[in-house]
């Protein structure tokens, strides 16, 4: 039986950390609008901020759906699920902001990630919860999990910056969502200093 929940405890707190996996989903307002389902892992890259915000990092790919519906109605919906221990999935509901690199937030956001900061990151996308909720699980498969894949980070490590800038520019599905939503802004915003 799902619960809903006030806060991010220190139980739900946990289990978010502990997942090597997590999923975004987002939309655009238009009812012909493509929904867009995202995995996410790279460990160290989510964090949670306070007992009703979340955040991760949002590195460079092939694609910035979830930006471009952030930027143009702020919905999203972030889902763990427990692939080993005992069945259950968290979900939290709430509007998210893409804070990118040179926004004054960013230097102070980015010390929350540790080691996670590396080469290829467009933004920090922020999610402030509405509905915290948990589910059963009883129909997700355990899964074992062996390591990290290291090709994204990788491929990224060997662009300069202006390098990465310039792939971002390359990619016209970063420029606009497939529904034509802008997107990232681009040029890509040089990473703002800390103070």
Known sequence: MGKSYDRIDGRLRTFIEEQPVFFVASAPLADDGHVNVSPK????????LDERTVAYLDFGGSHAETIAHLRENGRITVMWCAFTGPPNIVRIHGRGI????????????????????????????VVTAELISDTCGFAVPFMDYR?????????FDRKTDEEFAAYCEGKSTNHASI?????????????????
């Open 41 to 48: 892992g790279r460990s160290g890259s989510l964090t949670v």
């Open 98 to 125: 893409p804070v990118f690199r040179d926004d004054p937030r960013f230097p102070e956001l980015i010390s929350r990630f540790g080691d996670a900061d590396a080469p290829g990151l467009r933004a920090i996308i």
């Open 147 to 155: 390591e990290e894949r290291s090709l994204h980070s990788d491929y």
């Open 179 to 195: 529904d034509g939503l802008p997107a990232l802004p681009l040029p890509l915003p040089p990473r703002a200093l800390s103070a």
